[in-house]
């Protein structure tokens, strides 16, 4: 089977990572801006953060047969510091419109704080007057609250439903964000948020109808095979091969698809890999002989 990855953080991800992602059938990944483990001080760290996600790492996925598509946003853990919360903002449109964009975020609440609420609302103005998709990170605490506050906002700032993904959903969440119309997209960790059982679980209960499976994989304790290792456990548990399909594949082709900036027909095809390629003069080889492959 091909899988989609639409919430990975690649940045923190290794060449072995690519490399595995690849054997297990990963075809796509979607790198949401975050945050980066410890806050950015200048505005200059920013710029340097976005271009990396449309440059660099576009290009070092692509040198495994990966396609690369990233979301640019303010992320709401970085939102507190207003002054610096001023100026990202203001990046937010240089970068949105860039080739590989496929959405606004990840962006929403950490602690629901007043300053989180500005910046989330900035973005999802900017994003429902550019008919842009939105990525929402949903807060750790107080999470049922924090979604249905982040669809209310969504809603009234004139963002589609269908343009909105919820992510970080649990039990206690899904019949929230499925109910609105909005994408309920799941993060699988080892050992918090919620686990491959947990998320079969989940398919078996509710369908497979606007649910994503992502591994939101990170500088943490996380694994970038999440995707394919739940599709495996669902094919183990007898989820339908379809439904397979949907959750690990097709919802989030077609979730971040409407941003235009997916080619459906290049993604379908085998993948095109010319490790004889550089980027800024820079490759992903250490003295290894290039794979040239189709």
């Known amino acids: 089977m091909r899988f989609f990855d639409p919430h990975i953080h690649m940045t923190c991800r290794t060449t072995n990572d690519l490399e595995a992602m690849a054997a297990a059938g990963i075809?796509?990944?979607?790198e949401p801006a975050f945050w980066g483990g410890q806050p950015r001080t200048r505005v200059g760290s920013f710029v340097d953060y976005f271009s990396s996600l449309i440059g660099w790492e576009r290009f070092r996925a692509s040198q495994f047969g990966i396609a690369h598509y990233c979301t640019i946003g303010l992320n709401s853990k970085e939102a507190n510091d207003r002054s610096l919360a001023k100026d990202v903002l203001e990046l937010i449109p240089r970068?949105?419109?860039?080739?590989?964009?496929?959405?606004?975020?990840?962006?929403?609440?950490?602690?629901?704080?007043?300053?989180?609420?500005?910046?989330?609302?900035?973005?999802?103005?900017?994003?429902?007057e550019n008919e842009m998709v939105v990525m929402v990170h949903s807060p750790h605490r107080d999470k049922k609250r924090g979604i249905v506050k982040s669809i209310e906002m969504a809603q009234k700032a004139g963002v589609p439903m269908e343009r909105l993904v919820i992510d970080h959903n649990n039990e206690e969440t899904v019949e929230d964000t499925l109910s609105s119309g909005a994408w309920a997209a799941f993060t699988i960790y080892p050992h918090t948020k919620m686990c491959s059982d947990r998320m079969v679980?989940?398919?078996?209960?509710?369908?497979?109808?606007?649910?994503?499976?992502?591994?939101?994989?990170?500088?943490?304790?996380?694994?970038?095979?999440?995707?394919?290792?739940?599709?495996?456990?669902?094919?183990?548990?007898?989820?339908?091969?379809?439904?397979?399909?949907?959750?690990?594949?097709?919802?989030?082709?077609?979730a971040?698809?409407?941003?235009?900036?997916?080619?459906?027909?290049?993604?379908?095809?085998?993948?095109?890999?010319?490790?004889?390629?550089?980027?800024?003069?820079?490759?992903?080889?250490?003295?290894?002989?290039?794979?040239i492959a189709e």
């Open 27 to 30: 075809r796509a990944v979607i």
């Open 95 to 128: 970068y949105a419109h860039k080739e590989g964009v496929v959405a606004i975020g990840e962006i929403g609440f950490d602690e629901m704080t007043e300053a989180e609420e500005y910046a989330y609302q900035w973005q999802l103005e900017f994003a429902a």
């Open 201 to 254: 679980a989940v398919v078996e209960k509710y369908g497979p109808e606007r649910i994503i499976v992502d591994s939101s994989a990170d500088w943490g304790i996380s694994n970038p095979l999440s995707v394919p290792e739940t599709g495996a456990l669902m094919k183990e548990r007898g989820i339908p091969a379809e439904h397979i399909e949907l959750t690990t594949w097709q919802n989030a082709l077609d």
């Open 256 to 291: 971040y698809a409407q941003s235009g900036q997916i080619d459906v027909e290049a993604l379908l095809a085998p993948a095109v890999i010319d490790q004889t390629k550089t980027f800024l003069e820079s490759s992903v080889l250490r003295g290894q002989d290039p794979v």
